[in-house]
């Protein structure tokens, strides 16, 4: 019988089982590589809001807590947003004329909220609760940095389901005192010991992990 294929059709069959293998494995690479990226997750990416608000000044430069703004972080699911009224409360007099105000003065005037865009924008699957995690003692800077260095806010963390597990898995590496809970700051730089306060607090405040899929998807 004649020989159908060449002496060298085996060695090219190999090398193009290979190069498959190879590619798909690039592939997936590729994908997990952008799935895990800023241009995906947004994080890093400073978003535009119709009023500039610098965290950076209000918080760091003036001091003003969290929860002037952000009203409902301890009581309510979602943390909240500024409302037109909670500007006004000190810009009715500060810098009042100015163009940056422009759009609260205009809120005010006719009656319309203010529209901030989205920067911390879980899926509509996950559930989510502010009050929870401020009442355990995990601080606002673990998921949203220090925002007392960012003249516009930015996603910290990449916010991955990932991400999320690390924390429940070992809640305790997060934990903090309540009344530390609004600072700005790593834990490092607040206390002594921190390791030590930690593993106090978890004990306290009755840590545990919580990775079952009830936890986040309801």
């Not at 990932?162 to 730089?189: A, I, N, S, T």
Request: aromatic share 6%.
């Amino acid at each position: 019988m004649p020989q159908i294929f060449s002496k060298s059709a085996d060695t090219i069959f190999r090398s193009a089982i290979v190069a498959s293998v190879l590619s798909i494995g690039a592939v997936g690479g590729a994908m997990l590589v952008i799935a895990r990226s800023s241009y995906v997750t947004g994080q890093h990416i400073a978003v535009t809001q119709e009023v500039p608000f610098s965290h950076q000044h209000h918080v760091a430069d003036i001091g003003i807590d969290c929860r002037y703004c952000h009203q409902n972080v301890e009581t309510s699911p979602r943390a909240g947003l500024p409302t037109t009224q909670v500007c006004i409360n000190c810009h009715r007099k500060l810098f009042n004329q100015t163009d940056l105000l422009a759009p609260v003065r205009a809120s005010l005037r006719e009656g319309k909220p203010l529209h901030w865009n989205r920067v911390h924008d879980l899926p509509d699957y996950v559930y989510f609760n502010h009050s929870i995690h401020v009442h355990k003692g995990i601080a606002c800077y673990e998921c949203h940095g220090n925002v007392g260095e960012m003249p516009l806010i930015m996603q910290a963390q990449p916010l991955t389901m990932q991400w999320c597990l690390d924390c429940h898995r070992d809640p305790q590496q997060h934990v903090r005192p309540r009344e530390l809970v609004f600072e700005p700051q790593p834990l490092e730089k607040l206390v002594a010991n921190p390791n030590v306060l930690r593993k106090e607090l978890a004990e306290e405040y009755e840590l545990t992990s919580r990775t079952d899929c009830y936890t986040c998807h309801r």
